[in-house]
């Protein structure tokens, strides 16, 4: 398959104060949630500045990926366009159609499978060449990668980093994995909940812990309306059960980058949780732009290219390409205005 460039596609994110609601007004396009409720969520990125850190983490994994290929081929050009912010995602199709770009490479920052996390990103490419019609290069959506080593690996290796930094022993240690949670209308088209468990038990045998070490996953950042059933345990009720028996090292596996919900669902809420509540807790984090994450990127378009070997870890195998028909169909939206707004999606 011929490839002529690459683009980097994620959830976008605000630079400053003045573009929190504009921002938060994208992410709920179509439910109409009053501003009111909106400005609740703002007071969360005032807390940083109002600034979130997705687009430079965007930043630099770009930049990483452009030096990978440099050092080591493919010779491609490297775009980034976002959802929910800019870039916005159909202005960087449009500057590829104007550069002569006839088909590129897409890699998500979303390793799971889930309406949010990969359905809606080829809805968004869609739009986007279909604003260009016979203009719009042609867009291919990399597979998941969820059990790829070159997103398993680093995890794994930041775990037994956390661990071993915070002087815990491995028969002590009680590992918390946490995603993002979703509606069960939505978990039941998906293997979201099945891919989350294949990936905490591969990070596990990456970080050379034991086959009996305590783990859990549990989820955060709930939204919507209260009537509607979300993935639970809350990360927050979690610990709350737990209790002080044991540390506990709580790892944002569903998530590629520490942004946002990162930042103030773990890092503040958790935290604080955890202070309350006793228990001796480190955040282990994200993948970022570790190189075997960098260089996994390489892969997946070598997949593209010259079909090379499809790497995976564990029994599920590397997921399908492209996805199947009808995965992660999206579920009835709940009336609108209802429930609060999630600060950043899935």
């Known amino acids: 398959m011929t490839i002529d460039a690459v683009l980097l596609l994620s959830f976008g994110g605000p630079e400053g104060p003045d573009d929190v609601l504009p921002f938060l007004r994208n992410v709920t396009r179509g439910r109409n949630v009053p501003d009111d409720r909106l400005a609740e969520v703002a007071e969360q990125y005032a807390l940083f500045g109002g600034r979130s850190p997705i687009n430079d983490h965007c930043r630099e994994l770009k930049a990483a990926i452009e030096a990978e290929f440099a050092a080591n081929g493919p010779d491609l050009p490297v775009y980034w366009g976002n959802r ?169 596996l569903g998530f590629v980058s520490d942004h946002m919900e990162v930042l103030f669902d773990l890092d503040t809420q958790a935290r604080e949780t955890a202070e309350e509540l006793g228990i001796d807790m480190v955040r282990v984090p994200t993948v970022g732009a570790d190189p075997r994450f960098v260089a996994m990127v390489r892969e997946l378009v070598l997949e593209q290219i010259e079909a090379t070997p499809r790497l995976f870890l564990g029994s599920a195998g590397p997921w399908h390409d492209p996805c199947p028909d009808g995965h992660c169909i999206p579920p009835a939206r709940p009336r609108p205005g209802a429930g609060r707004p999630v600060a950043i999606g899935a």
């Open 84 to 252: 929910n912010w800019e870039p916005y995602v159909g202005d960087t199709v449009a500057r590829m159609a104007d550069d002569g770009v006839t088909h590129a490479a897409v890699f998500v920052t979303s390793a799971f499978g889930s309406y949010s996390g990969c359905r809606q990103y080829r809805e968004d490419l869609q739009r986007a060449a279909a604003d260009l019609d016979e203009r719009a290069p042609r867009l291919t959506k990399l597979r998941l990668y969820y059990n790829h080593p070159g997103f398993i690996e680093p995890m794994g290796a930041r775990l037994r980093a956390a661990i071993d930094g915070a002087g815990w022993s491995d028969d002590e240690v009680r590992t918390v994995f946490t995603a993002h949670s979703i509606p069960e209308t939505m978990a039941s088209v998906c293997d979201y909940q099945s891919q989350l468990a294949d990936a905490a038990q591969l990070v596990l045998t990456a970080a050379g812990l034991p086959a009996t070490t305590d783990w859990d996953l549990v989820y955060q950042s709930r939204s919507g309306p209260p009537q509607i059933p979300w993935l639970e345990p809350d990360v927050n009720d979690h610990l709350a059960d737990i209790g002080p028996a044991a540390p506990v090292a709580v790892v944002p």
